[in-house]
């Protein structure tokens, strides 16, 4: 199946301290496929758009094996929960929360992320 190319001059937008930040155009997020994006103060994000064209934005740095490569999993849901897994160790990481729903104890940061 080819996907139509989108037309929108929407822009994908983080919250970062007390202002937003743009980072991409929305049509670079294709349903299913992660985009990883470099922040002002030097961190990385990765940034999801499921099919139903909700927005997710996740820190990109694996807490298991320290490389950016979130960005780079595959997405799937769990009960309900959208994650991402890592390509590295294939833990699988909440994208609403942040949540390691392999490890109850290790947790990634998420952000506040819009399209506007």
């Known amino acids: 199946m080819t996907l139509a190319p989108e037309t929108t001059d929407l822009k994908v937008q983080l919250q970062l301290d007390d202002s937003w930040f743009t980072v991409c155009d929305l049509n670079v997020l294709l349903p299913g496929r992660g985009v990883a994006a470099l922040l002002p103060d030097g961190r990385q994000v990765a940034l999801f758009r499921d099919r139903a064209g909700k ?62």
């Open 55 to 116: 927005l997710y934005a996740i820190d990109n740095r694996d807490p298991f094996g320290g490389a950016a490569v979130l960005s780079r999993g595959l997405t799937g849901s769990l009960q309900g929960r959208p994650f991402v897994a890592s390509p590295l160790l294939k833990q699988r990481f909440d994208l609403e929360t942040g949540e390691c729903l392999d490890d109850e104890t290790v947790r990634i940061a998420t952000y506040e992320v819009r399209a506007a």
